[in-house]
């Protein structure tokens, strides 16, 4: 159980009362003052109680529209408050953050409610982003108030919630690869260079969720890192890209765009996809999307703020990891991409 905190401000307001009415007792001797003594007295022992024993049916949760939403769009943002308690309000104090993962903005607030029994809207209001990430709505503490703001405990019981902000795509059409990304050689010019086509597996490092059946069990033990084969959709050569994101949030808003809508063709045009960017710890995050789906995992995962924004580095670690391969690097502007070899 969690430890109840006196509140200062609460206990002084108290003692000044009490002290008020035992004065005017002490001076009238009258019968009302000391029946009003007992009557505070007997509203404290049942606040108190009230409090220990019911505040665990207090719970927060913070709600968002499940569906993408656009940059610029408003979004309606709900905190509700359950209380189990069939008969007993309590009063509350919510603080939370509205945070964008992508751009790590943070707007920062605090709510104080009466919470009856059933379920009691705490905060609604509209938020809007005007750049691509994930927002999310994260209560970073409730504080549950005995009635007469003697006693205070805080709780746990809250439950966070999100929603994306994805960009607009430009539809990809039947255009050729070669409008789209500066450099990109021609299909017949891919084979006269000798450029090497995809092999039916692909070998990577191990994520949660992957097939048992796939790990490849010598290189595991060579390496001393689980990994794993995956398929490849055949027919087509492997086309490396990098997203190299950088400090600056209206470029980031164009890179994903741009990310989203090459990634479509390439992906149209069969060709499977290893994405790679810079994660937290200045190593490279790869991906292998050979279907939509996976490509919007992959926007989803990004936007959700697993990357670190230096497109130098990026660029480094994509040349030392890939030695000698050619790769796409996203780009914002008339082209969507650079083919460096």
Sequence with gaps: MKKPKLCAGGLLRYIVLFGALFALWFFFRSYIFFLMLGLLLLATVVSVWALLSNWKGLSAEAELPANRIGRHNPVRMKICVKNSNRFLPFFLGIRFRVVNLFTEAVLEDREVLWAGP????????DLTSHHLGRLEVQITGMVIYDWLHLLKIESGRFQNGGVTVGGGMQE??????????EGFPKENELKKRGTDINPDYEVREYIPGDDLKSIHW???????????????AAGRDKINMLLPLTGE?????GLMEALQGLGQLLLDKGYPIRLCWLGKGD???????????????ALEEILSGSGKKDPGLARERMEEEFPGEAYIAVRNGAYKGEYIQ
């Design 118 to 125: 059933g379920r009691t809207l705490a905060v609604e209001r």
């Design 218 to 232: 010598k290189l595991t033990a060579k390496q001393g890192k689980t990994m794993v084969r995956e398929r490849l």
């Design 283 to 297: 190593g490279l995050l790869c991906r292998y999307l050979a279907e939509p789906g996976e490509l919007e995992n």
């Design 249 to 253: 949030e209206e470029e980031n808003d």
């Design 172 to 181: 990809p059409g039947e255009e050729e690869l070669a409008s789209w990304v």
